[in-house]
């Protein structure tokens, strides 16, 4: 079970993060959360999907990177081969955790595979005088945007369920291997439907910051040729 | 104009009233299996006391929290009357069109006196993907329920009986409204028109109420016999319970619903209604022997309900025999996509 504990730069004086993009790290994932303020650095790289949480009805985003549970087509030896990695993968074993007050504190996964062991190599999270080091600080931003980004995208999907944007979404994936992979369960931006809007409608999306994460979305999706070719790639050196 | 109760063979029985308020309402509504109807439930909103100064004041407290984006509204053909419905050849007898509510509205008004008005009626809007602050300044709390929250606008209308699968709480804003209720094992009873060709996405019983043709509809006598009517004043509310059927009439000539639909059962279940046309895809039209065995496989493994005569496998192994949670309801989901996609 998870073992979570509270981040503190006396006890975790010593603590190192061990680097890299392997499955055994906990990169192995077909996709990972991203939120509508990341959405420009994601559609570079990744398609970008939604899916709704069938307990709570809730929306979220999500960053794809391969086409079956575990499968990540960017993890190529030892490495992250795109030029962005999104905040998902990059702030563990750190995590956002709530205090007794409810605000929002640092918590650290001690079960984490990331957490250096003696003998590892690791970047360190504090100084010797107990000060964040550049890569912690790069995480609590990290950590803060995902926080923030994820509280605010409950607005950014009832703006596109008020507009009727999201369309139930499948794909069939034909690899040269001669099988098929079926993408089914996700939704995404019509984008006849947007480019169709009313000018009240877009002037609603503009004013409350929904407009470019919605067409960033929609530009996202141009990557997933690039996935299947990826998908193809390790079939015909496998 | 004919009152519905004069047209029936005996006077319909009023639906029970409750004197509860807003605060009680959460606790009634659980395990509710009947209609009832609370008077002045919603008094306290701003929409119902605009409407009670005038429908013009109405109609501007609702432009004032409309958002900027077009509306869908039926139009009936002028002198054809109230009742939106089918025309003789099956098509529908009003038309639909999207403008934006200030220029619905200036429709509305300039007709109000006319006598071969049309029937003009905006149906099940959604609250606030249309408007901005009106819900913020006139709903109704459900307590834990996400229920779907909906406005309907309109002259005088009258919407053929039908049903839905949500619980509905609906509440008259502005105007009076007159909801005549079966009870959901009427179906027969109602002579039901096309489940995939309809007015307004449900199936409607093809009586029509205020002039019945027993001779068409002889049945519709025994439905009657079940019937219980709600006479709505701006303010009042009337419970629907699920799959109860409705036949609505809108009597004024200008009228406002506010109308609650939730479901009491885990958001991650299915539409029966999507069961339901699936079976007439899958197993109507087979031959009759195999479609009785299909009968007897559905009652064993749906309408048995989940886990009896499942002892003989292993717990922990029954997979979706067992009772749904969010996970297996999503295997499925996804099971169904992908096969229906093929």
């Known amino acids: 079970m998870s073992n979570h504990v509270i981040l503190d730069s006396e006890a975790h004086r010593d603590l190192r993060i061990r680097a890299g993009a392997t499955a055994a790290l906990g990169d192995g994932v077909m996709a990972c959360l991203t939120v509508p303020t990341e959405f420009r650095r994601v559609q570079n790289e990744f398609p970008i999907l939604f899916r709704r949480d069938m307990e709570r009805g809730a929306f979220s ?83 803060d945007e995902l926080d923030q980004g994820y509280r605010a995208s409950g607005e950014f999907f009832a703006a596109l369920e008020r507009y009727d944007l999201l369309e139930p979404f499948s794909l069939d994936i034909d690899l040269r291997d001669g099988s098929t992979h079926r993408l089914v369960g996700y939704h995404l931006i019509d984008e006849g439907r947007l480019q169709a809007l009313e000018p009240g409608a877009v002037a609603d999306l503009h004013e409350a910051g929904h407009l470019m994460p919605a067409f960033m979305a929609i530009a996202s999706l141009s990557n997933i040729s690039a996935l299947v070719a990826r998908k193809n790639r390790r079939l015909g050196s496998g | 104009m004919a009152d519905a109760a004069t047209a029936a063979p ?44 005038s429908a013009a004041a109405a109609r501007a407290y609702l432009l004032g929290h409309r958002r900027d984006r077009a509306f869908t509204v039926n139009i009936g053909e002028p002198g054809a009357g109230d009742r939106l419905f089918y025309d003789g050849s099956m098509g529908m007898n009003f038309r639909t069109g999207r403008a934006p509510l200030a220029e619905i509205f200036a429709g509305i008004e300039a007709n109000e006196n006319r006598r071969d008005a049309p029937a003009i009626y905006l149906s099940s809007i959604d609250v606030k993907g249309y408007f901005e602050g009106l ?69 409607v019983s093809m009586v029509d109420l205020r002039q019945p043709d027993f001779g068409a509809h002889p ?59 699936h079976a007439i895809l899958a197993i ?10 299909w009968r007897q496989l559905f009652d064993h493994y749906v309408f048995e309900g989940a886990a009896p005569g499942m002892a003989h496998i292993p717990e922990g192994a029954r997979g979706i025999l067992d009772p749904l949670d969010a996970e297996a309801a999503g295997r499925i989901r996804a099971n169904l996509l992908r096969s229906l996609s093929r």
């Open chain 2, 284 to 293: 109507r039209d087979l031959p009759p022997t195999e479609r009785t065995l």
């Open chain 2, 135 to 203: 819900h913020e300044a006139n709903h109704v709390d459900l307590g834990g329920r996400d229920p779907i929250e909906s406005i309907w606008i309109g002259t005088r209308t009258r919407i053929a009986a039908h049903n839905d699968f949500p619980s509905n709480l609906a509440c008259c804003a502005v105007g009076r409204r007159r909801f005549t209720l079966f009870p959901p094992d009427q179906f027969a009873n109602l002579y039901l028109g096309p489940i995939d060709h309809t007015p307004a996405g449900r199936p």
């Open chain 2, 10 to 53: 005996s006077p319909i029985p009023s639906v029970a009233e409750e004197a509860i308020g807003l605060a009680d309402l959460d606790g009634r509504l659980t395990d509710a299996r009947v209609p009832f109807v609370v008077r002045g439930l919603v008094a306290g909103w701003p929409l119902v006391k605009a409407g009670l100064e």
């Open chain 1, 61 to 143: 985003s999500l960053a794809l990177f391969g086409f079956e549970n575990g499968e990540n087509l960017f993890v190529e030896a030892d490495s992250w081969d795109a030029r962005y990695r999104p905040l998902a993968l990059s702030i563990p074993p750190f995590l956002i955790g709530q205090a007794a007050d409810g605000q929002a504190q640092v918590h650290l996964d001690m079960g984490h595979p990331r957490i250096a062991s003696e003998g590892d190599e690791g970047i360190r999270a504090f100084d010797e005088h107990g000060r964040p080091t550049p890569y912690l600080e790069a995480v609590f931003a990290g950590l």
């Open chain 2, 219 to 277: 049945r519709f006598r025994e439905a009657l016999r079940t019937a219980q009517v709600a006479e709505l004043g701006p303010g009042d509310a009337v419970f629907v319970p699920s799959m109860w059927w409705h036949h609505v009439e809108s009597l004024d000539p200008f009228n406002v619903l506010v109308n609650y639909w939730w479901r009491d059962t885990p958001a991650y279940l299915g539409q029966p209604e999507d069961a339901l046309n």
